[in-house]
């Protein structure tokens, strides 16, 4: 009897001070929510910044940018007023609000190109942009101000620590804008001759995006689907046309083998240029 009240006694000290443990962060957050109640409520500045800045430190950035934007205005031109500014965009940061995040983080540089945080606002403000990318067969508004805000950011700081992520964000977001393309090109292409000659199309969106892009990832799969719509469109070509046409599907040819020796669509592209020199010489 004895053994099983100490057992007992024991299991009850355990399970008193895990119940504690789980109990003191939400005391901390009644705690904490009764403060913020409080600081809303003040109208003492200084309290109500420095409230902010600790809401930010500890991550509650709902509650640093809700505070932080009622006192914009009456810190700005004051010497908080550019840390609060700074600070409001960083909360919209990390709450992964990236749309506002960006509007006051530009409004920060703008406002403050020297200042303090001029750098990481910079940064900041276009890898939000880039955080917050759409998939390609969305509108990429979103991608093409990332891609300018990163670029911004490389030319007012080529040394920073930041600058690794900022390129390779950017050739993310130019890849994403590209692979847009091919899919435009694409669409393009399935479509063939309905409706017109939308071969010529696919081949002048492909050109297009390699001249943008010259170094993207999906330059071979442009390049090919330049190669297949210049011989699909010469198939399809008027006799007085074909000829030339055909002529010109092996220049394309040698053009991509010659930038991609190894590709795996050799096979189909050499069937391509057999067609195509069949056809020329047999004129």
């Known amino acids: 009897m004895i053994f099983c009240y100490l057992c007992s006694s024991k299991r ?19 705690g904490g929510c009764g403060e913020y109640s409080r600081v809303m409520k003040s109208k003492d500045i200084n309290y109500k910044f420095e409230y902010a800045k600790k809401a930010y430190a500890e991550g509650r950035y709902v509650q640093s940018s809700t505070i932080l934007t009622d006192l914009i205005t009456p810190l700005k031109g004051g010497p908080n007023g550019e840390e609060a500014l700074y600070l409001l965009g960083m909360s919209y940061y990390g709450n992964k609000d990236f749309l506002n995040s960006g509007v006051y983080l530009k409004s920060y540089y703008s406002r403050y190109p020297k200042g303090k945080y001029a750098e990481d606002a910079r940064f ?44 390779s964000a950017i050739f993310e977001l ?66 007085e046309k074909k000829v030339e046409r055909f002529r010109d599907v092996i220049d394309e040819y040698y053009s991509f083998t010659n930038n991609f020796p190894d590709t795996e669509n050799r096979k189909e592209a050499d069937n391509i240029l057999k067609i195509a020199k069949r056809y020329v010489n047999d004129r």
């Not at 990332?146 to 600058?163: A, M, N, R, V």
């Open 174 to 239: 130019q890849d994403k804008l590209t692979l847009k393309e091919l899919q435009n090109a694409l669409l393009y292409y399935n479509l063939g001759t309905y409706m017109g000659n939308n071969y010529q199309s696919a081949v002048i969106v492909a050109e297009n995006a390699l001249k943008t892009y010259p170094y993207t990832k999906y330059r071979e799969d442009l390049e090919m689907l330049k190669l297949k719509a210049k011989y699909q469109e010469a198939r399809q070509s008027v006799d």
């Open 12 to 30: 009850f000290k355990i399970m008193r001070h895990k119940l504690i443990l789980i109990l003191l962060p939400c005391l901390s957050l009644l």
């Open 124 to 167: 900041y403000c276009g890898y939000g942009y880039y955080l917050d990318s759409p998939d390609p067969q969305l509108d990429q508004t979103e991608t093409v101000k990332g891609i300018e805000e990163l670029q911004g950011f490389l030319d007012y700081y080529p040394k920073s620590d930041h600058t690794a992520a900022a390129q």
